[in-house]
Structure formats: structure tokens, C-alpha cells
């Protein structure tokens, strides 16, 4: 007996496919072989009928011993078997957001003399579930730990001529990626997050001869593009301001899903990054879109720019000593309106008409007792070290001074008499308690109430998360390209890899980790035997199997043409 499909052409051309039951009788008359029809399952394309035949098949298997059907077919053999669930999720997502028609668009006309579209998949799927340099992800990874398909024939260069690709269509790829996802997703695309942070370079100088002016050629295939010398020296987000980096801006949605990203000068200060990204944004179909910035980003220039065009904002103000907002902001008495157990808010205004200007200032009575009992330790040790001072000599009495005023961890709270002694600084300490567990938001947008102001600013916490998730996970860092245009392009893969993990972890509510964990149970096994070669899928485990019900993929294959 068989599993046989049969054909029936209708009128209109189309032709329609069955699974049938059939056995082959031997007739001694005719000395031939009769086929006849035992059961019909139904069409093809109907699932119940892959149902009711795999349950055919299970009840079936039930009554036979593994051991027995091994024996009997000894002729297969099993050669490898490689992860495959978290793998098939990748394409899933990639081609639902609509990457691979997006890339062989914008490659169409281009004699690459191989799959682009492939190329790159790889080098994002790589970034999400095994991040590594181009080298080993073409040595190793794609020879040895995985199966994609239309893979096998990519060669090393053809990597690095698909990131030059990539960074010479990345404003075209991004904003039709952006359409898709408003689309498939209902993005609520009312708020924008923008952050940026720093990423080092294990290099001694900075980087020369590619200023401003100067042309950068990517491969001939992907055209030239500018750029200012990336890796430079500047504020550190990360505390290594010892050598060369460059600054990494990302806006992501209140959902944590990144919409665009930049790349700057490693000395490009946060507030002038500012004009750029609005300026990029504009002509996308956000609608009423409020930017949400951190106090790095307020300078005057960078809120009237905000401003223009009836622009809204949400940014969190710097609390300077001696500025409008720590003087008459932060000292406005009134009372707070609870909103949340951590979230007190109170709502000041100063001016009038045009010069009015909106605050609101936002108290956590639980972060007040964590910065109370930071400081205390912090005062300590900072007492402890002021007698310290005593029992050194002359010079290095005078280093040691200059090292603590310089401190960021204690020069706030020292000054020095005109002796040149050290003391606590008791009129900076009272300062700092009265700030404790205090933030202060401002806005332009009227139609913003206090609490959308601060919950809408607290959400900026998603950029945060997009760098955690994008430095631990993704890992961005450590870069091994030195060419600024490759730079550029390892950036957008590590995006683009961010972008379809946050995909899955917000259709899963749960963790990209998590998320891998139950799917790499799913393995793709390679057989081998007298007809040639099969490639299975193994059958999911139940939390894989949840997995891909919350994911919407239903089309797990059991069988594959090639890997």
C-alpha cells in the first residue's frame, strides 16, 4: 500500500490534487499490477486532510517497533541534525515584514551574479541568534551550525558586497520596512523615542584622511556615498573614553520597535544630533507624532527646531544649579497627584501668552529612600578619604586633591577654602536631598495632560532597552570593520536583527532568549539513502509548539526540498 496524489483538471484550466490510499494487487491472469483505491483523504490544500493523515500515521506507528522499521531500512542513515526552529521564526519574520521583496527590489537590475536577498538574511540572522564577525559567520556558522537555504554557494565576498549594498539603499530599505510594519502591525505611531550611545573601538588613534569632503567608494554595485571620519574620541557613555568610538542614535516606537537609526562622528555632542533626526523623519507618515528626548537633547536651538512646523515634544530638563528649573521650577509649592505608587506629578507653569512655558514635575517616593542610602555610602567613603588626605605628602596631597575635585562620584559634593583644604560641601549635599526622587518634564503640546507628559517621558525606558538588547544580545560591539561605510552597514544588520527579535518577543511576551530556548528543540536532520538525500523537520515539543501559535506560524514544514 501507498500514498498516491491524483490530478483532476476542471473547465476553467485549474487543476485540482487529492491524497489517496491505494494498494497495488497483483493479477496472475493479466500478469500485471492493478492499483486500487483503498481511501480517498480529500484535496491538498485542505489542512484537515495533512491532519487526519498525520493522525493516521501516529496511530499507525503505535503498533510498529521503531527498532523493526530501523532494521528493515538500513540502507538510511541519519548524517546530522542542526537547530532549525528559531531559524525558521527569523524567515518568517524577515518575509512578513517584507524584507526579502524590499532587498530584491531595490537589487533589481544589478548583476550581483548571486542572491543578495540570501547574502544578507544570513548576516542578520546571524546577528540574532549567533552574533560574530563576517569571517566566522561565512566559516563556520553558515558551513557548520546551520541549514538556510540558498546559502550554499554564497562566498565571503559576496557578504561584504551585500553590506555595501545595504548602507547605499539603507534610507530607501528603512522607510518602506517603517510603511510594512505600520501596516501589518497598527503601529501606534504617536510618540517617538530617540536616545543615542557610544560604541568603542579597540584602536589607539583616531581615525584620518576621511573628512568631510572626501568620498568613501562602497563596491561598484552599490555606489558612494560621504562621510565624516566615524571613530573619534569623545564623551563615553560606557566609560571608555580612552579610546576612539562613534555615537549610535535609534528611534523606536512606544513598543520598543527601532524605526530608524543613525551613525555620528564619535565627538558628535547628543543636542546637535537633534535637527538631523527630525529633519530625516520628516515626509514619513507618522501623523501626530510628539518626540520624547533625554535631557542631553535640550538646548535652545534644538527646542525651537522641535517647534517648527507645529512639532511636539516631551523632553526631560537638565537640573543645573542655578537654571529656571532647579530655582523657581523645582521649589514651586503645591500639591502632587498620585498616579502610580512610584509616580507623583505636579504641574507648573511660568510665563504668560507666547513666553508661557509648561513643566511638570514628577516625584518617585521609592527611588527618594535608593538615593538617600546611596549618598550616605557615597559620604562616607568621602569622609574616609578627606582624612586620608592627612597622612600624605606635599605632592601627593595636591594629586590627590585634583583627582577628587575632578571626581564625578565626589567632586560634587567637596569644595575647597581658600586654603586650598578639602571640605564637604554641606550647601550641595541639602541641594541634592531636595532633588531626590525628582525629574522634571517640559512640552509644548497643551493637549498633553501631566500624566501623559511623565508616562510618555517614562517610556523612554524603550530606548534603553533597545541598547541593552542590542549590546548583550545582538552585540554590536566589538566591530570588525575599520572602512566607515562598512561600519555604517554592520550597524543597519544589527538593527535590522533587533527589529525582528522585538517582533517576536511582542508577539510572544517573553524574551528573545526565552523565545530561542523553547525553539531550538525544532532541528532540521539530514538523511541519507539509496534515492539521495532528505531533509526533515523534526515534530515540535509542545512549548515550541505554543511558541509558534503565538507567533501566527503554522506552516511548519516536515519536509524540505533543500537546505
Not at 567608494?217 to 573614553?241: D, W
Not at 501559535?549 to 506552516?555: A, D, G, P, Q, V
Amino acid at each position: 500500500m501507498f500514498l498516491r496524489v491524483s490530478r483532476q483538471r476542471l473547465k476553467s484550466g485549474k487543476v485540482i490534487e487529492h491524497y489517496q490510499l491505494a494498494e497495488s494487487v497483483w493479477q496472475r491472469q493479466a500478469k500485471k499490477a492493478r492499483t486500487n483505491i483503498v481511501y480517498n483523504f480529500g484535496r491538498i490544500d485542505d489542512p484537515d486532510v495533512v491532519k487526519r493523515m498525520r493522525k493516521l500515521a501516529r496511530s499507525i506507528m503505535r503498533r510498529c517497533s521503531p527498532e523493526d522499521i530501523v532494521a528493515k531500512m538500513p540502507e538510511w542513515r541519519v548524517v546530522d541534525a542542526w537547530p532549525y526552529g528559531p531559524l525558521h521564526v527569523l524567515e518568517e519574520l524577515w518575509r512578513r515584514v517584507g524584507l526579502d521583496k524590499i532587498i530584491s527590489k531595490r537589487a533589481r537590475g544589478r548583476r550581483f551574479g548571486f542572491d543578495i536577498e540570501r547574502a544578507v538574511f544570513a548576516m542578520v540572522a546571524n546577528r540574532a541568534l549567533a552574533p560574530s564577525s563576517k569571517l566566522y559567520c561565512f566559516e563556520q556558522w553558515l558551513r557548520e551550525d546551520v541549514r538556510i537555504a540558498g546559502t550554499d554557494k554564497l562566498e565571503l565576498q559576496h557578504l561584504y558586497r551585500a553590506m555595501d549594498f545595504m548602507e547605499a539603499e539603507k534610507e530607501a530599505i528603512e522607510k518602506a520596512v517603517y510603511f510594512n510594519l505600520a501596516d501589518l502591525m497598527n503601529l501606534d505611531i504617536d510618540l517617538i523615542f530617540y536616545d543615542t550611545t557610544s560604541l568603542h573601538f579597540e584602536i589607539d588613534e583616531n581615525d584620518e584622511g576621511v573628512g568631510e569632503d572626501d568620498v568613501v567608494h562602497g563596491s561598484r554595485s552599490a555606489g558612494h556615498k560621504k562621510y565624516k571620519a566615524p571613530r573619534k574620541r569623545g564623551h563615553s557613555k560606557n566609560g571608555r573614553g580612552d579610546v576612539p568610538q562613534i555615537v549610535v542614535g535609534l528611534a523606536v516606537t512606544r513598543d520598543g520597535l527601532p524605526v530608524r537609526h543613525w551613525v555620528f562622528p564619535g565627538n558628535t555632542v547628543d543636542v546637535t544630533t537633534v535637527k538631523q533626526v527630525k529633519n530625516d523623519l520628516r515626509g514619513w507618515r507618522l501623523g501626530r507624532c510628539v518626540f520624547v528626548g533625554d535631557a542631553g537633547m535640550v538646548s535652545d536651538e534644538n527646542l525651537q527646531h522641535l517647534r517648527r512646523g507645529g512639532g511636539s515634544y516631551i523632553m526631560c530638563m537638565p537640573l543645573k544649579r542655578g537654571s529656571e528649573v532647579a530655582k523657581m521650577v523645582t521649589t514651586r509649592a503645591g500639591r502632587y497627584k498620585r498616579v502610580a505608587d512610584n509616580l507623583h506629578v505636579k504641574e507648573v507653569v511660568l510665563g504668560e501668552g507666547a513666553r508661557q512655558r509648561r513643566y511638570v514635575v514628577c516625584y518617585n517616593p521609592l527611588e527618594v529612600v535608593r538615593q538617600r542610602h546611596h549618598r550616605e555610602r557615597l559620604l562616607k567613603e568621602l569622609e574616609a578619604e578627606l582624612v586620608a588626605l592627612k597622612d600624605l605628602d606635599s605632592q601627593s596631597y595636591t594629586k590627590r586633591v585634583f583627582e577628587l575635585v575632578a571626581s564625578r562620584r565626589y567632586g560634587r559634593y567637596v569644595r575647597r577654602t581658600k586654603t586650598g583644604k578639602l571640605r564637604l560641601d554641606r550647601s550641595a549635599i541639602k541641594a541634592a536631598e531636595r532633588l531626590d526622587g525628582k525629574f522634571v518634564v517640559h512640552s509644548n503640546d497643551d493637549t498633553l495632560s501631566a500624566e501623559d507628559m511623565a508616562l510618555g517621558y517614562k517610556q523612554l525606558m524603550r530606548v534603553e532597552q533597545a541598547w541593552r538588547q542590542l549590546k548583550s544580545v545582538v552585540k554590536m560591539r566589538p566591530v570588525y570593520h575599520w572602512v566607515p561605510h562598512r561600519i555604517h552597514a554592520h550597524v543597519f544588520l544589527t538593527v535590522l536583527g533587533l527589529l525582528l527579535q522585538r517582533m517576536a518577543e511582542e508577539a510572544c511576551y517573553d524574551t528573545w532568549r526565552n523565545i530561542t530556548d523553547d525553539l531550538k528543540q525544532v532541528k532540521l536532520a539530514q538523511l541519507n539513502g539509496p534515492d539521495g538525500t532528505l531533509w526533515q523537520v523534526t515534530e515540535p515539543r509542545p512549548e515550541a509548539r505554543s511558541r509558534l501559535k503565538s507567533l501566527e506560524i503554522n506552516n511548519l514544514p516536515t519536509l524540505i526540498d533543500h537546505a
